[in-house]
């Protein structure tokens, strides 16, 4: 059972259903797997929680 992980910002339910449909058809389509097989997990992941360059990406975004 392939496992597809997507680690993001925060988003709408709406996208969150977009993406996890895109993904699944294309990973079907590529590994020829059909896609009541695969899994997709959404970690979203606040921007005071992802650090980057040595800073908190919220303290980034703000300047």
Partial sequence: MP???VEAG???RNKKALLVK???QKASEIL???E???ITLIKE???D???TGGQLLSD???K
């Fill in 10 to 12: 925060k988003m709408d």
């Fill in 49 to 51: 929680n992802v650090g």
């Fill in 22 to 24: 895109e993904l699944t």
């Fill in 60 to 62: 980034k975004m703000a």
């Fill in 36 to 38: 009541q097989a695969f």
């Fill in 32 to 34: 020829s797997i059909p």
């Fill in 45 to 47: 992941n606040d921007m």
């Fill in 3 to 5: 496992v597809i992980t």
